[in-house]
């Protein structure tokens, strides 16, 4: 037990020593939550749209007051003289309105008028939310010019839980809280572990009384502390910035973030101890650590979006498990029943890291 | 003119870029890193990431257990967004379900349902959605609107009831609906990957060019060979311009196989000049290179370099655009996008593959991204001449 505590005391005072690594671990994730969540957020507000009005009569000012009005779009102007694709090609908006002529006399008259909207569908996703909004929009003047006769039978009433003012902060801000702790503290065991080797300090190691066992405990318990100190900075700022509190049952999260500060912390001593090759093996956590986590754990997409020849392979993404438990508790508050399942993968999924690290050590003596 | 050319094409000159070359073809790393990265990164990003909101796992609790809410759930389960996904007896077993993520969305049909419609009364019908993801949210709350008012429209056509009302309507007070008919420019199949792989295609520019050539900046302090090249009659500037020249080759190699990949495997359409593209990358790519070197500058060892690219390369790729729109971003931070190279060209891609942009559209993007690669080429020389001295 000693000798776990000096090999964790002795780990922690090499990172205090650089400011690189202190940095890295302390200062970047919080900029990275900072910068990350609201950079990948995909709803949008405020998008520039041009409308074109070839009627100009009081029913036109209407409707283009009525898309005024809303606060995801905003109309700006556009020389009459250009046609409308121009808008789109030099980026000046995202979508073109088209008011054909006669739309007064027609709505006047009690004949249904057809209006264009033209969006740039080169980013699929916010054209969809452009339309989708428009079409809001529309219902919305409808229903308010010709009164509540002309509404459908059957309304619709939607209801939105857990994040009702529709956030995206919300939901990216769990996401890369958990990518940060995916990414600096195995980037720094793998750092120190592979260093152990170029160093060829790991003979030291060997030659001491310390068991392999202790050593490895020793660097993972200090990386873990690393972890968690990490984790403990980023909620600070979840429960700040992003204005979430724990939903329900705070106890999955805390035994899970304990369970998962060990499997990142034993995963970059893996990559350390398999890889002793300092560049070498910070390429491989970042495959691991940033590449699988970003794209595999539905961290910005949903996995089911995922093409079912690279879905399988998510199901053993680390990050998968532990995002979903911090967004069930910051979020929705299932607690144990919803999420047991998955902290016990993810303490699975450490000690089997543990156990390949541990093996990987045996391997670096015979090499040594 | 000519005496630039003379400096260009000096014997020195040659040399040292051959030096450069021979030390780039024995690094097997570095020739698998120009490779391998366009491919597996732009494949893996345009694959995975995927914004599209399809089979939306549907709970229903049908309360009203007539032909009319029948068709109704049919009515919103035939189209590709929802998938039905269990039938629930109560509102809070449907809560529970949403809350343990069995289902995504869950619809309420009230017991008076099938009552109110043959009466001809407005009824309402209440949607559940798990609005953690807000964009997923949106875009299907969007969806559910869009399918009750079809069915809206076909019921009203049906029966003698509607029919007596459509009479009864007609008076001159009625007024006309406004119809929107969207139209998708550009993307009429609104692909996905569109957008995804060309902004990861910028990405991969500068993040590549940026770790390759600090790589290749740092070896030579590493190995301690920098001072056997100072002692030689070259002059700095003729270090430099050796360095970088294999590298910018060896980059733009890197450029052709990523446009390649776009082509092929994501049929990416060409509408526009490829010059532009093509023209575009260069500076991309010497933007990089510009990052890297003074990256280089800065660290001692290939470790360090890439550790201090930790630094610089998530906010460099965050704030671009690349894989989000530019809106999405809090207003404060909009602006900084204009001093992201990234930025300018995932827009110059953008605009001449999928929009067929022309120079007249291009050009503030053009401009923008020219001025950064003269700023960060020069800064880079500086800090690299003080390093030297």
């Not at chain 1, 249904?112 to 054209?127: K, Y």
């Not at chain 1, 529709?166 to 750092?191: D, T």
């Not at chain 2, 290939?302 to 207003?331: D, I």
Request: charged share 15%; with cysteine; proline share 4%.
């Amino acid at each position: 037990m000693r000798r776990i505590v000096a090999q964790t005391r002795k780990e922690l005072t090499q990172i205090v020593r650089d400011w690189r690594t202190l940095a890295l671990a302390l200062i970047l994730p919080i900029v990275l939550l900072l910068l990350m969540s609201t950079a990948i957020s995909l709803t949008v507000n405020d998008l520039p749209i041009v409308v074109q009005d070839f009627d100009d009569s009081s029913a036109s000012h209407d409707f283009i007051d009525a898309m005024r009005a809303s606060i995801t779009l905003h109309v700006v102007s556009w020389p009459v003289n250009k046609t409308a694709e121009q808008a789109l090609a030099a980026n000046v908006a995202r979508a073109v309105v088209m008011i054909p002529a006669h739309f007064g006399r027609d709505i006047a008259r009690g004949i249904n008028s057809p209006v264009q909207l033209l969006v740039d569908a080169s980013d699929a996703n916010t054209a969809k939310l452009i339309s989708g909004y428009a079409t809001q929009i529309t219902t919305a003047y409808n229903r308010q010019t010709a009164g509540a006769a002309q509404a459908g039978p059957v309304q619709t009433a939607v209801r939105l839980w857990y994040n009702p003012g529709l956030s995206s902060k919300k939901f990216y801000g769990p996401g890369v809280f958990v990518l940060g702790i995916s990414m600096f503290p195995p980037l720094l065991a793998a750092l120190a572990m592979a260093k152990e080797g170029e160093h060829k300090t790991i003979l030291q190691v060997y030659v001491s009384s310390i068991s392999a066992h202790e050593f490895l405990l020793g660097k993972i318990i200090a990386f873990m502390a690393v972890a968690l100190a990490e984790c403990f900075v980023m909620c600070l700022l979840l429960f700040t910035y992003f204005g979430l509190r724990f939903a329900g049952d705070p106890t999955p999260f805390l035994i899970a973030t304990i369970l998962y500060a060990f499997c990142v912390a034993s995963f970059g001593t893996m990559v350390g101890a398999t890889i002793p090759n300092q560049a070498a093996s910070m390429q491989a956590v970042a495959l691991g650590g940033f590449l699988l986590v970003f794209l595999l754990s539905g961290l910005m997409f949903p996995i089911e979006n995922i093409p079912a020849g690279l879905r399988w392979i998510s199901n053993f993404i680390w990050g998968r498990y532990y995002i979903e438990i911090v967004r069930d508790a910051l979020l929705q508050g299932g607690g144990w029943p919803a999420v047991w399942f998955k902290v016990l993968i993810v303490g699975v999924i450490g000690t089997t890291f543990y156990g390949i690290a541990w093996r990987g050590m045996r391997k670096m003596q015979v090499k040594a | 003119m000519k005496r630039l050319l003379q400096f260009l094409f000096n014997y020195r000159l040659l040399a040292l870029i051959k030096k450069e070359f021979n030390q780039i073809r024995r690094d097997r790393r570095l020739a698998i890193s120009l490779i391998l990265p366009p491919v597996v990164q732009l494949t893996l990003f345009g694959f995975a990431l995927s914004a599209n909101v399809t089979n939306i796992r549907l709970g229903v609790v049908d309360d009203s257990r007539s032909p009319e809410s029948r068709e109704l759930i049919a009515t919103l389960t035939e189209s590709k967004s929802f998938r039905l996904a269990g039938y629930y007896f109560s509102v809070n077993e449907l809560g529970d379900a949403v809350s343990r993520g069995n289902v995504d969305a869950g619809v309420v049909v009230p017991y008076d349902y099938a009552r109110d419609l043959a009466r001809d009364r407005p009824t309402t019908v209440q949607f559940l959605l798990n609005a953690m993801n807000a964009n997923t949210a949106t875009i299907s709350r969007a969806y559910a609107e869009g399918v009750i008012q079809s069915y809206n429209s076909g019921l009203r056509g049906k029966g003698i009831n509607s029919r007596v009302q459509t009479v009864a309507g007609m008076d001159l007070a009625r007024r006309g609906q406004v119809q929107l008919q969207p139209a998708f420019l550009y993307n009429p199949g609104l692909v996905d990957s569109w957008f995804i792989v060309t902004g990861v295609f910028g990405l991969l520019l500068i993040l590549n060019s940026s770790l390759v050539s600090s790589a290749a900046m740092v070896r030579e302090r590493e190995a301690g060979t920098i001072e056997q090249l100072l002692m030689s009659p070259a002059s700095t500037s003729e270090i430099i311009i050796a360095k970088i020249t294999p590298l910018f080759i060896l980059l733009c190699m890197m450029m052709l196989v990523a446009i390649a990949v776009l082509k092929l495997a994501f049929d990416v359409p060409f509408q526009g000049n490829i010059l532009f593209l093509l023209l575009g990358g260069a500076l991309c790519i010497l933007s990089g290179i510009s990052i890297g070197t003074v990256i280089a500058t800065f660290s001692k060892s290939a470790q360090q370099a890439q550790l201090t690219s930790f630094f610089v390369n998530p906010p460099l790729s965050s704030l671009s655009g690349a894989l989000n729109p530019v809106e999405a971003m809090p207003k404060w931070l909009q602006p900084v996008t204009v001093l992201n190279p990234i930025h300018h060209f995932a827009t110059i891609v953008r605009g001449s593959t999928l929009k067929g942009s022309g120079f007249m559209d291009l050009w503030p993007n053009f401009l923008g991204l020219l001025i950064f690669t003269i700023i960060l080429v020069s800064l880079s020389v500086w800090r690299f001449r003080k390093q030297l001295s």
